[in-house]
């Protein structure tokens, strides 16, 4: 029995290294692009990102998007410490990465309080460029975390070079 619970064991892991179940927490014009990054002309389950979850114990990969006031920076610790271990990170745009191009308008009413950066809060495993970045490098980033988690070459490259020989 205790054979047979280790490979099952062994499976669950295998699976859970290559299937992600987002949980998404982003504002402004990063939402629109995520959103696009999910939808049939993108397709990220292809890439094994799932269904955005309903709750965020379910969830394995947090991916912030937009500016962070001290409110949803305390709203994203929260959701963080709540999630699946292990939980992998990924900062898209701008605004999450270096605290928001638009920091010196802090005064402006739609910005509450200071702004912070993504990394002030939870350990970032990968960092997308852009205002907004586009589905593609969204995609790109969901690749390169997989190759983060399971270092090697991926089921693709086997392949690809299995049929160049």
């Not at 295998?14 to 002309?41: D, K, Y």
């Not at 998007?65 to 709540?82: F, H, L, M, P, S």
């Not at 991926?154 to 160049?164: G, T």
């Amino acid at each position: 029995m205790t054979w047979l619970t280790a490979r099952y064991e062994d499976v669950v892991s295998r699976l859970e290294q290559n299937h992600h179940f987002p949980w998404i927490m982003s504002v402004g014009c990063c939402s629109h692009e995520i959103q696009n990054s999910s939808l049939a002309t993108y397709d990220w389950q292809r890439l094994g990102v799932d269904d955005v979850s309903t709750d965020p114990t379910q969830s394995n990969l947090l991916i912030l998007g937009g500016w962070i006031n001290t409110e949803r920076a305390q709203e994203i610790k929260y959701v963080y410490d709540q999630m699946r271990k292990p939980t992998a990170v990924i900062a898209i745009g701008a605004c999450a990465i270096s605290g928001s191009p638009y920091k010196a308008l802090i005064d402006a009413p739609s910005v509450h309080g200071e702004v912070i950066k993504a990394e002030d809060i939870v350990p970032v495993d990968i960092y997308v460029a852009g205002c907004p970045p586009r589905p593609e490098s969204i995609l790109s980033s969901i690749l390169e975390l997989q190759k983060k988690l399971k270092p090697g070459p991926s089921h693709r490259e086997v392949l690809s070079e299995a049929l160049r020989n």
